[in-house]
C-alpha cells in the first residue's frame, strides 16, 4: 500500500471566539490533509495551526506539504510510519505541524487497513472518555456567562484564559469563581503571558479563589523558573509551552518542575514524538492532559484515541479536547457528544471520521 499523492487544502472555519494571550481568534485557520494510496484508499489528517503560538500559516503548511514532503512520501509504504517521519525531517527542518498532519494520515489509513480503531492499534483503550474542561475567555462578565452556559451544557471543569491585563486577570478569576461556585473546579492558562513577577502578584488571589492549577503562566525559558514558583504555592502546577519536544520532557521530569504534562501532538511534530513524551511522563508518574489549539473534527478525533488509549491521561487536570464545542460546523459528518463531562473517539477503523466534502468545499481559503 504506497502513497499515490498528499492534498493539502487551506480552510478558514468559523468558531467562538476565544481570547488568548498571544492573540484573539475567531476562525480556525488550518491546513487538511488528504494522503491518497496505490490501492484507492484515503487517509485524512488536520495541522490545526494558531499562527502566533505555533509559528506555522495554513497557507505555508500547504506548500510545506506540496512543494517538500509530498514529492519525499510518493511512493513510501504507508505503513512504514517512523520512516516516514524521518523522510519528512530530512526533506526540511521544523514545521511540526505540517509533518503531523501528514503522520495523522498515515495512522488513519494504517488502522483502516487493519480495519482495527487507532486506540486498538495502540494497544486498546484504557478508559472509555477523555474528562475535558471548557475553556472561557474575553472580560469578566463575558467569562463568568461562558462558564454558567458550559455547565449547563454537562462540563464539570473550567478553564480560564489569562496572561493579558493583570487586574483584569484577577478580576475574570473572581468573576468565574461567583458564577460558578466554591465546588466546581477551576484553573487558569497564561499562555507565558504574565512575567514571573506578574506570578508572583497573583498567587494569594488564586489561592484565596481556590484555583485548581496554573497552566504556563511565564516563557518558557528559563526552566528554572517553575521551581521557584514551586516552592512558593501548592497550587499543581501546568506545562504546555514548556513542553514542546522531547527533551522539554526530560528536563521537566528530572527536576520535577511541574505537576502535570499538556501534551499537544501536533506540537510535537507526531504521534511517535508524543509516545515518547508520554513514556517519560509514565515513568516519573507525572498525569498529563491533552492540551488545545480548537482543533476541527479530523485531530479532535485523533486526540480522543490518544487519550482513551494510554494510562496518563487520569483526569488529575481534564483535558483540552473542545474544538468540537467551539465550531457550529465541522468538516466531519461525526459529532463528539459530551457524556460525563468527557469526549469518547468516534467509532469505525483508523480515526473514525468521515470527511464532509460540502462543508470543506464552503470554507477552503486557498
Keep these: 500500500m504506497k502513497i499515490r499523492e498528499i492534498e493539502a487544502i487551506p480552510v478558514q472555519v468559523p468558531r467562538l471566539q476565544i481570547d488568548a494571550a498571544h492573540a484573539t481568534f475567531t476562525f480556525s485557520k488550518f491546513t487538511i490533509v488528504l494522503v491518497r494510496t496505490d490501492n484507492g484508499m484515503e487517509g485524512l489528517g488536520e495541522a490545526s495551526i494558531e499562527s502566533p503560538w505555533t509559528g506555522e500559516d495554513p497557507h505555508a503548511c500547504a506548500h510545506i506539504i506540496r512543494t517538500y514532503l509530498a514529492p519525499a512520501l510518493k511512493g513510501h509504504d504507508v505503513r512504514r510510519i517512523q520512516d516516514a517521519n524521518r523522510i519528512m525531517d530530512r526533506a526540511i527542518a521544523a514545521n511540526p505541524y505540517a509533518k503531523a498532519a501528514i503522520e495523522m494520515a498515515l495512522w488513519d489509513l494504517a488502522g483502516k487497513a487493519a480495519k482495527m480503531p487507532l486506540h486498538d492499534l495502540w494497544g486498546g483503550k484504557v478508559r472509555e472518555r477523555v474528562a475535558i474542561k471548557f475553556v472561557v475567555s474575553g472580560s469578566p462578565a463575558k467569562s463568568a456567562a461562558m462558564a454558567k452556559r458550559a455547565l449547563k451544557r454537562g462540563f464539570r471543569y473550567i478553564k480560564i484564559k489569562t496572561g493579558h491585563d493583570l487586574v483584569e486577570d484577577i478580576g475574570r478569576v473572581r468573576a468565574v469563581r461567583k458564577a460558578v461556585g466554591p465546588k466546581v473546579p477551576v484553573g487558569i492558562d497564561s499562555n507565558q503571558g504574565w512575567s514571573f513577577t506578574d506570578t508572583m502578584k497573583a ?95 479530523i485531530t479532535s478525533a485523533f486526540m480522543a484515541h490518544i487519550g482513551v488509549s494510554h494510562p496518563c491521561f487520569d483526569g488529575t487536570v481534564p483535558s483540552d479536547i473542545v474544538g468540537p464545542f467551539y465550531h457550529d460546523e465541522d468538516i466531519v459528518n461525526e459529532t463528539f457528544p459530551l457524556v460525563d463531562s468527557g469526549v469518547a473517539p468516534p467509532r469505525g477503523p483508523g480515526l473514525g471520521v468521515t470527511l464532509n466534502r460540502k462543508v470543506l468545499k464552503k470554507y477552503r481559503s486557498d
Design 203 to 297: 498567587l494569594p488571589a488564586l489561592e484565596a479563589a481556590n484555583i485548581g492549577f496554573i497552566e504556563q503562566p511565564f516563557n518558557r525559558y528559563p526552566m528554572e523558573a517553575w521551581a521557584d514558583l514551586r516552592r512558593r504555592t501548592r497550587i499543581p502546577l501546568v506545562a504546555h509551552e514548556s513542553l514542546f519536544t522531547v527533551d522539554d520532557a526530560r528536563e521537566l521530569a528530572k527536576h520535577r518542575l511541574v505537576d502535570v504534562f499538556a501534551v499537544t501532538p501536533p506540537t510535537h511534530g507526531s504521534y511517535v514524538a508524543t509516545r515518547d513524551i508520554l513514556a517519560i511522563a509514565q515513568a516519573n508518574q507525572i498525569p498529563c492532559l491533552l492540551g488545545s489549539t480548537i482543533e476541527l473534527g
